[in-house]
Nanobody, 114 residues
Framework: QVQLVESGGGLVPAGGSLRLSCAASGRTFTRYTMGWFRQLPGKEREFVAAIRAIGDTYYADSMKDRFTISKDNAKNTVYLQMNSLKPEDTAVYYC????????WGQGTQVTVSS
């Protein structure tokens, strides 16, 4: 059974940084494009960033200068380094394949205070 477990969220002041992790179990994802998504309060889930099997990355326009996606194939883990956080980045962050095809995990809450 495939399971995605996100971690690393928390409460940070505006301008701060966080590093999110997504550990995948039940399947090796090294051959897949993996992505991060987020759901702002009262909004639909939206794309944040993705990393292809060969390692090239792509981002939503509003985040490409502040966020960095990476992965560790040996650990079957995907990361999202978030810098210069803004209050509007407050959301629950999720990982999945990109496009998403797996059951969603619980996500990790990121709260950025002004």
């Amino acid at each position: 059974q495939v399971q995605l477990v996100e971690s690393g969220g928390g409460l940070v002041p505006a301008g701060g940084s966080l590093r999110l992790s997504c550990a995948a179990s039940g399947r090796t994802f090294t051959r897949y494009t993996m992505g991060w998504f987020r759901q702002l309060p009262g909004k639909e889930r939206e794309f944040v960033a993705a990393i292809r099997a060969i390692g090239d990355t792509y981002y939503a326009d509003s985040m490409k200068d502040r966020f960095t996606i990476s992965k560790d194939n040996a650990k079957n883990t995907v990361y999202l380094q978030m810098n210069s956080l803004k209050p509007e980045d407050t959301a629950v962050y999720y990982c999945n394949t990109s496009p998403p095809r797996l059951p969603w995990g619980q996500g990790t809450q990121v709260t950025v205070s002004s």
